[in-house]
T-cell receptor, first 114, second 110 residues
Framework: GAGVSQSPSNKVTEKGKDVELRCDPI?????LYWYRQSLGQGLEFLIYFQGNSAPDKSGLPSDRFSAERTGGSVSTLTIQRTQQEDSAVYLC????????????FGSGTRLTVV | QKEVEQNSGPLSVPEGAIASLNCTYSDRGSQSFFWYRQYSGKSPELIMF????GDKEDGRFTAQLNKASQYVSLLIRDSQPSDSATYLCAVTNSWGKLQFGAGTQVVVTP
């Protein structure tokens, strides 16, 4: 596609429920990244995919967080048993090959856990 | 020490003046440097990248890189109210991972 597409744009969920966030990167971008941004805060790295593999999962805050990427394209970030501290904007970005090219970000998913 | 450091601001700039944003980084092996602009409630947008020492100009924006001093800056000439945003500095470290600074908020006052 023309840009990085994320869905849903907004998600309100009850504490304890599972949520899935979707990212569709720019066509041909092999690298895909997930970040989290809490209100007024900087970007927090979560996970990096090169193709379908995830060489860097170091930012996932707990085992409640997981992500997968299939077909070298769409990625899903899953948060199990959501907690209020998970409330944030979840941003996906993609790039050609590696990080030396800079990223294009999607518009994000605003997650609110009530 | 944070890997990428920026003043948080806010940096208040009169309309028409030059806004000067600074960024320092800790990894001497860093090779690629980026500036992103983030409007409130929006996602970051890449506005400049620079790989070599010196200046790189694009319209009203100039990125400056000094690898010896581990310093990268962004100048915004003829600042406009539409330039009011948070500007994020990002640097690839020596093993290729992109590190973001916390951002500098710029407020352009009419």
């Amino acid at each position: 596609g023309a840009g990085v597409s994320q869905s849903p744009s907004n998600k309100v969920t009850e504490k304890g429920k599972d949520v899935e966030l979707r990212c569709d990167p720019i066509s041909g971008h092999t690298a895909l990244y997930w970040y989290r941004q809490s209100l007024g805060q900087g970007l927090e790295f979560l996970i990096y995919f090169q193709g379908n593999s995830a060489p860097d999962k170091s930012g996932l805050p707990s085992d409640r967080f997981s992500a997968e990427r299939t077909g070298g394209s769409v990625s899903t970030l899953t948060i199990q048993r959501t907690q209020q501290e998970d409330s944030a904007v979840y941003l996906c970005a993609s790039s050609l090959a590696g990080e030396e090219y800079g990223y294009t970000f999607g518009s994000g998913t605003r997650l609110t856990v009530v | 020490q944070k890997e990428v450091e920026q003043n948080s601001g806010p940096l208040s700039v009169p309309e028409g003046a030059i806004a000067s944003l600074n960024c320092t980084y800790s990894d001497r092996g860093s090779q690629s440097f980026f500036w992103y602009r983030q409007y409130s409630g929006k996602s970051p947008e890449l506005i400049m990248f620079i790989y070599s020492n010196g200046d790189k100009e694009d319209g009203r924006f100039t990125a400056q890189l000094n690898k010896a001093s581990q310093y990268v800056s962004l100048l915004i000439r003829d600042s406009q109210p539409s330039d009011s945003a948070t500007y994020l500095c990002a640097v690839t470290n020596s093993w290729g991972k992109l590190q973001f600074g916390a951002g500098t908020q710029v407020v352009v006052t009419p």
